[in-house]
């Protein structure tokens, strides 16, 4: 992750710097281990789905270059929390960089545990925290910026260019 950053920061177009991205939901049913990179992308090709569009599923950024005192006392992995980050970072010039298309994030679960999270008594406890705010700002098409690989390439970390998005939700 240290290659990314240092790529992004020698763009020399990029403010204080956000990672983010979605992930792959793998239905962990016997499937074989996990021994190289390759496999979790094959393995999330293979038997995954990309995670909904409007949910974000991690965030990098240095503990310094986030106004986390404007975030209120949210619940990690409860709705809300994600759009809210995204939507706070852009507004305070953070510039936010969409990596689900060049790094894969494997989620392993099962619909019990689905299950179980969507129906607890605190789901909802962020969007009645946050009340309403607009949750179209941050959503991960919100990122000022996207990677891909250069086509034609290798895809490993060397081939990965960051772009500016084009169309973002704005709103």
């Given amino acids: 992750m240290s290659f990314l950053f240092n790529t992004f920061q020698q763009l020399g177009v990029l403010n204080r710097t956000m990672v983010i991205g979605r992930r792959w939901n793998v239905i962990w049913r016997n499937l074989t281990s996990l021994y190289l990179p ?15 569009k409007w949910a974000l599923d991690y965030f990098i950024i240095a503990r310094n270059e986030f106004p986390w005192n404007q975030l209120p006392d949210v619940v990690i992995a409860r709705p809300g929390y994600d759009n809210y980050l995204v939507m706070l970072a852009v507004r305070e010039n953070v510039s936010v960089v ?25 789901h909802d406890y962020n969007m009645q925290l946050l009340g309403p705010f607009m949750i179209n700002e941050g959503l991960i098409s919100s990122s000022q910026f996207l990677t891909n690989h250069m086509p034609g390439q290798p895809r490993n970390a060397e081939s990965i260019v960051i772009v500016p998005r084009r169309n973002r939700t704005q709103g």
Avoid: P, Y
Avoid at 38 to 52: K, Q
Avoid at 98 to 118: C, G, I
């Fill in 98 to 122: 969409d990596t689900s298309n060049t790094l894969v994030a494997v989620h392993q679960t099962d619909n019990e545990a689905k299950d179980l999270r969507r129906h607890s008594g605190q």
């Fill in 38 to 52: 390759e496999h979790v992308t094959e393995i999330a090709g293979t038997h995954g789905s990309l995670h909904v």
